[in-house]
């Protein structure tokens, strides 16, 4: 995510997809599609013993495509920005309803606090 919290890398795609620690990446300084490797075991929820080998299980999910990251990513920054757009239009339009009642803008200011 960057610094808004807009999505801007295929690990925020991937991170949405399973829970857990199912992937991860053979060089964590290049997180490229190239370097993305599956954990062959994950850790079992489920599990309530105390002897962590037995909390184990094997990864049940496969490495999604390429495309399909690349797709999940852009899904998800156009859902963002989609988002962000109807919040500004929401303000917008409150802002107008609200100087169509007689607000002068430090009213208007005052109230939604901006």
């Not at 013993?49 to 490495?63: A, R, Y």
């Not at 690349?70 to 920054?77: E, K, R, W, Y």
């Not at 929401?90 to 208007?108: F, M, P, Q, W, Y």
Request: charged share 25%; with cysteine.
């Amino acid at each position: 995510m960057d610094n808004n919290g807009r999505p801007d890398h295929i690990e925020d795609y991937l991170v949405k997809l399973h829970p857990g620690s199912w992937f991860g990446w053979s060089n964590s300084k290049n997180k490229i599609y190239a370097n993305l490797i599956l954990h062959p075991k994950l850790w079992d929820n489920s599990y309530t013993g105390t002897i962590h080998e037995e909390g184990l299980m094997d990864n049940p999910h496969s490495k999604p495509t390429e495309q399909a990251c690349i797709d999940g990513l852009a899904q998800m920054q156009s859902d963002f920005d989609t988002a962000k757009t109807n919040k500004e239009n929401k303000l917008a339009s409150g802002k107008a309803k609200l100087k169509e009642l007689g607000l002068d803008d430090d009213e208007i200011k005052q109230i939604v606090g901006i």
